[in-house]
């Protein structure tokens, strides 16, 4: 699988961006997606996640009610939707692909990373 991830940049608290992963290389329906983010000196942690048929998802406590994340199996593509940005919100965002079709937190169940998306919010 390979992963291209767009859409960071720089904006202000308060604002909103959209990020996108397109997929290729493996049925983009049969797997689940995730973003996890990391910034500097910190681990990467998890975002969100969706299910293969975006019936499911899943949302760090950080993140819920101002993150969204979709998914367009037509399009082979994967979306974040961050509005009410804040500063603690900067960070290296990464799309990953599941190993199977179900929605986790865990970085061992993914086992695709893309390149990744720089993400800072201003004060």
């Known amino acids: 699988v390979q992963l291209q991830a767009s859409g960071g940049g720089l904006v202000q608290a308060g604002g909103s961006l959209r990020l996108s992963c397109a997929a290729s290389g493996r049925t983009f329906s049969s797997y689940a997606m995730g973003w996890f983010r990391q910034a500097p000196g910190k681990e990467r942690e998890f975002v969100a996640a969706i299910s293969w048929s975006g019936g499911i998802t899943y949302y760090a406590d950080s993140v819920k009610g101002r993150f969204t994340i979709s998914r367009d199996n037509a399009k082979n593509t994967v979306y974040l939707q961050m509005n009410s940005l804040k500063p603690e919100d900067t960070a290296v965002y990464y799309c990953?692909?599941?190993?199977?079709?179900?929605?986790?937190?865990?970085?061992?169940?993914?086992?695709?990373w893309g390149q990744g998306t720089q993400v800072t919010v201003s004060s």
């Open positions: 990953a692909a599941g190993r199977g079709p179900s929605v986790s937190s865990r970085l061992s169940e993914y086992d695709h």
